[in-house]
């Protein structure tokens, strides 16, 4: 082979060379650039999904609370409703058993 036509082809072997390298350091970078991508995008998601978590956290204790106090609000209603029941038929229960007592007396005076 003519000393013309090696150093073309070691030219030529060369570029190819060059060309790989070129093209294992883009990629390489691409790899690195879709990690960092990855990573922020990870990064961003947690910490908005930590926030709704709070949010979400914060209106459930909301919740929980109003629930809570309608809960007390009426059970404090019906206790007030069962109290003015049962002092109506005390009063009730109290007259009947006077009463009782007026007419065994009558019974007996007689």
Known sequence: ???DV???VR???DEAHRAEI???KKAQLAIQETENAGKEAVTTTLARAGSE???LKRMSDQKATNDALELASSTANRQATLRARA???LDQVA???VERILSAQATSDK
Do not use: D, S
């Open 1 to 3: 082979m003519p000393l």
């Open 6 to 8: 090696l150093i073309l």
């Open 11 to 13: 030219a030529a072997e």
């Open 22 to 24: 070129l093209a294992q």
């Open 53 to 55: 978590i709070a949010h």
């Open 87 to 89: 002092e109506r038929r």
């Open 95 to 97: 007259r009947q058993i």
